[in-house]
């Protein structure tokens, strides 16, 4: 199994582009989630989706899209980028939610710089 | 805010010797998890301990939970250079939402 893959690894974007970072897994998992890791920080949780059709709001999600049209894909947009906007963004999966005792599977992340 | 809050911040020790690394959380949760983090990858779990367990173990890893401090420690014993890196608790509640703290930064001298 693949696990959890990311594309792409690197991006570099101009300010007010737009842009989806992809994200898929291959284990049937309900739950997937997009974080960003700031340098010399952990990660914040940006939008989270529970199923197929299910999204909802992480800590820091203004500037952000997401659509689960499918278990398995679970894409982030960002609409207009920002310098702010650069990070390392990391999508992860579990079978259900991690507060039922579940351990997030991770991608191996996307850099992305915003100029 | 980050729920989660690790100390120290970074932690240099020489191989052999024993890794503590310590995080604190604010409210009430389901479980906390640690995971680890190799420079430049994603995070790779390695343990969980449920809100009604005190102490865990898992191969070198021993993870304590007090509820009633709201606190966790990480123990690594007989650390070895491959054990650098860094370290994450993230605590979970029922509301789907797993946070982390900053982390914990590991060098471990050969």
């Known amino acids: 199994n693949a696990g959890v893959t990311q594309t792409p690894k690197f991006q570099v974007l101009k300010t007010g582009q737009s842009m989806t970072l992809q994200c898929a897994q291959d284990m049937n998992h309900e739950y997937m989630s997009w974080y960003r890791q700031d340098p010399g920080m952990g990660l914040r949780l940006i939008h989270y989706?529970?199923?197929?059709?299910?999204?909802d709001q992480g800590e820091v999600p203004n500037g952000y899209n997401v659509s689960r049209s499918t278990t398995e894909d679970f894409p982030l947009r960002l609409l207009s980028a920002a310098p702010s906007q650069t990070s390392v963004y990391f999508c992860?999966?579990?079978?259900?939610?991690?507060?039922?005792?579940?351990?997030?599977?991770f991608g191996s992340g996307t850099q992305l710089s915003v100029l | 805010s980050q729920q989660g809050e690790e100390d120290p911040q970074a932690l240099s020790i020489q191989e052999g010797e024993n890794a503590t690394m310590n995080c604190s959380y604010k409210?009430?949760?389901?479980?906390l998890q640690w995971y680890r983090q190799n420079s430049g990858r994603g995070l790779v779990h390695l343990i969980l301990i449920r809100s009604n367990e005190r102490e865990k173990h898992s191969g070198r890893l021993r993870v304590t939970l007090d509820t009633s401090k709201k606190s966790s420690s990480l123990l690594i014993t007989a650390s070895r250079a491959a054990d650098t890196a860094s370290y994450f608790c993230a605590t979970d509640s029922n509301a789907g939402k797993s946070t982390f703290g900053d982390g914990t930064t590991l060098t471990v001298k050969p």
């Open positions: 989706s529970v199923g197929a059709g299910i999204t």
């Open positions: 409210t009430s949760i389901n479980n």
């Open positions: 992860a999966s579990s079978e259900t939610l991690p507060g039922l005792n579940e351990k997030l599977f």
